[in-house]
């Protein structure tokens, strides 16, 4: 298979998204993409902005050729053990 933008869009990419209260938004990040982020007013402006962030971090690893990491798969029980 073809590992190309597409591919990697339709990855389950772990998203965390932390309060930043000296700016009172939220910072979304992808922890297996390094340096991929973006923030909005809201956690819910901030999710809306996660696939742009995402499409552009991506685009610029794939046309870099950079190597690009997968997500870990796991399962709902083993994330909410650990």
Not at 34 to 57: F, I, Q, R, V
């Amino acid at each position: 298979m073809d590992k190309n933008l597409d591919y990697y869009m339709h990855l389950p990419y772990k998203m965390v998204i932390v309060k930043d209260v000296e700016d009172d938004s939220y910072v979304l990040f992808f922890p297996e993409l390094p340096g991929c982020m973006t923030s909005g007013k809201t956690a819910a402006d901030a999710l809306a902005n996660a696939e742009d962030a995402k499409e552009n971090w991506l685009r610029a690893a794939l046309e870099d050729q950079l190597s690009i990491k997968e997500p870990e798969s796991f399962s709902i029980e083993t994330a909410l053990v650990s």
